[in-house]
């Protein structure tokens, strides 16, 4: 009877803490389920939202690279271009086309005789149409004195119409279209007179006060050649501080205090380094405002702590026994870090140098502060002439009131991710190649 508790007393005792471990087993396993399950719908609330942003845009600027055109046959008159048969580009550049461009469509539509109805039905056409003919007049002069077709683009009202902004069925007095331009287009588009096409002018043209004739180009280049120069300052000057900072300078207050500042850089807000460009480039040096050369400078100055920060981690990658066994065979420490220690942390620091150049692609606030803002319809040509970039080109569009500028500010953002998604992908691709691993 006596071993008989003695054995209860042992099962007992060994059954209370395993309960116990039990218990507590379950307790941590269905927390370890509630976190993992509050992760994935972290994730997925993310990704939701990320989809809901880019449904978004895409859907209100994907019709930005259509543009509905109309065709016109023009009867090149060389009494009204060339009276005088010289061919002269400077005769063929002062013609009147736009009379050319109107007698043709009036021909489409004889019914059309009042002075009011032929100034409405000229308004189908874009401003830009008759600027159209004479280029292509004046790169072939051979065209004067004979019947050409032409496609030219519609009014942006019109244009809208087309693609289904603007509702037929309200009220005429609600809508910015007449019934009688609704029947023009109409009839255009049944004679197979009016088509709708990729948008070319949106990539080839600068920007415009015509929503129809505004394009992305002049932004392009403008952001372009500020990368180029943000690129050649920033990229040499951030990797030789981080192989400074990393490999030769000693350890002491002022390394220390330079280190503390460059860390704070990287959190100033952006504009603040466009009030220095202002106040600094602009105002002190003279430099011209509105141009790629200060844009450049501006966000150099702003894209070198990122880029020293991400060098000195990619030095740091290295391992010491590369150093060690340069030094161990001769080289001095200089050999040692531009043959050995730099080749091997190259691909860290150029990862690091494409994301720097990535969020200066996307920067606003200090290029607005010096003048990048201007309304600029040229196309830049260099680092020093007037510009815009594509971030400033959307915000411009964005406050822009007639409804045709919506889509183009989509679709200028469509190029803006375009660009960012490139430029993340040359970095991942370099990373993948050039990385080595330990």
Known sequence: MTSLNEQLQKQQAVSGPAALV???????YRAERRFRLFGMLAVALGLLFVVILFSSIASNGYTAFRQAYVRL???????????????????????????LVRDSLYAMFPEVTSRSDKRDLANVLSNGA??????????EPGLVGTRQSFWVPVDDEVDMLIKGYIDRNVAESERRVSDKVI??????????????????????????????????????????YTLIVTLLLSFPVGVA????????????????????NINNLAAVPSIVFGLLGLAVFINFFGMPRSAPVVGGLVLTLMTLPTIIIASRAALKAVPPSIRQAALAVGASPIQ??????????????????IIGMAQALGETAPLLMIGMIAFIVDVPQGVTDPSTVLPVQIFLWADAPERAFVEKTSGAILVLLGFLTLMNLVAVVLRKRLETRW
């Open 22 to 28: 039990r218990k507590g087993l379950k307790r941590r």
């Open 130 to 139: 008759d600027y159209m003919v004479r280029r292509a007049v004046m790169e």
């Open 73 to 99: 046959d023009i009867n090149l008159d060389q009494a009204k271009l060339d009276p005088d048969n010289t061919r002269d580009p400077e005769v063929l550049g002062k013609a009147s086309y736009r009379s």
């Open 336 to 353: 040692t870090i531009t043959h050995h220690v730099v080749p091997l942390a190259l691909p860290g620091m150029l990862t690091g140098t």
């Open 241 to 260: 501080t981080a192989v400074y900072l990393e490999e030769i300078a000693p350890r002491n207050r002022i390394t220390d205090f330079i280190e503390v």
């Open 183 to 224: 029947g023009w287009v109409d009839q255009l588009q049944r004679d197979g007179h009016l088509e709708s096409r990729f948008n070319t002018l949106f990539f080839t043209n600068g920007d415009s006060r015509d929503a129809e004739l505004a394009g992305v180009r002049g932004a392009l280049m403008g952001s372009m």
